[in-house]
């Protein structure tokens, strides 16, 4: 599956953005889908990810209650609404599929075998 992610900027402390990850190659609703970042000399690392019916959500607990993951399988699309930014989640977006036949949401990068090529996102204070 290929997946290309968009909808990264420059915002201001407190503001809002909606990244989104378009999927293509294979069929969608088979795969858990994941938000990861990684911020300069740090590693990547977990944000939140859905499972495949988007009825099972995770999260990192830093942007609980202020990031929300969702899906269209109809339009072979997660998202990624982030509101009340914060100057510390800046950092380089991807979007992650993790192939059927596992169980669970995963929150590990070893879990997910398919990546979109990252979206920088630059919160301001």
């Known amino acids: 599956v290929q997946l290309q992610a968009s909808g990264g900027g420059l915002v201001q402390a407190g503001g809002s953005l909606r990244l989104s990850c378009a999927a293509s190659?294979?069929?969608?609703?088979?795969?858990?889908m994941g938000w990861f970042r990684q911020a300069p000399g740090k590693e990547r690392e977990f944000v939140a990810a859905?499972?495949?019916?988007?009825?099972?959500?995770r999260y990192e607990d830093s942007v609980k209650g202020r990031f929300t993951i969702s899906r269209d399988n109809a339009k072979n699309t997660v998202y990624l609404q982030m509101n009340s930014l914060k100057p510390e989640d800046t950092a380089v977006y991807y979007c992650?599929?993790?192939?059927?036949?596992?169980?669970?949401?995963?929150?590990?990068?070893?879990?997910?075998?398919?990546w979109g090529q990252g979206t920088q996102v630059t919160v301001s204070s």
């Open positions: 992650a599929a993790r192939p059927p036949g596992f169980s669970g949401i995963g929150s590990m990068t070893s879990q997910y075998n398919y």
């Open positions: 190659g294979r069929t969608f609703s088979n795969y858990v």
């Open positions: 859905i499972s495949y019916s988007g009825d099972n959500t």
